[in-house]
């Protein structure tokens, strides 16, 4: 993986570096893959695949409320986050929210 040039991205996560300069987006470090505005949740473009408690843990039953929300980049595939999500869930939670650009 190239080493990520911070005139034009901060890393952010992970996986995930801010376009500032550019096109002013979430990007995946591995593939350049944009995941939409800055001041979006990323999770909300990315991959999600929904998985049960007993998928992780054999000792676990179904019919158990939580689920975990798998979110992958659709470029490359690299997981991005889980979430454990209860039976009202619909949206993906945020885990970094990017309130304003860095000073120049
Ligand atoms: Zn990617």
Redesign the pocket.
């Known amino acids: 993986m190239p080493e990520p040039n911070f005139r034009e991205e901060l890393r952010i996560h992970d996986?995930l570096a801010a376009d500032w300069h550019g096109d002013r987006v979430i990007r995946?470090r591995?593939?350049?893959?944009a995941f939409g505005s800055l001041f979006q949740n990323y999770k909300e473009r990315a991959l999600l695949r929904v998985r049960k408690p007993w998928e992780y843990l054999p000792d676990r039953r179904p019919g158990e409320f939580v689920e975990y929300w798998e979110f992958y980049?659709p470029?490359?595939?690299?997981l991005l986050a889980v979430d454990p999500m209860g039976p009202g869930d619909r949206k993906p939670t945020w885990d970094i929210r990017i309130a304003s650009p860095p000073e120049e």
């Not at 591995?30 to 893959?33: D, E, S, V």
């Not at 470029?75 to 690299?78: E, I, L, N, R, S």
């Open positions: 996986q995946c591995q593939c350049g893959h980049c470029g490359c595939g690299v």
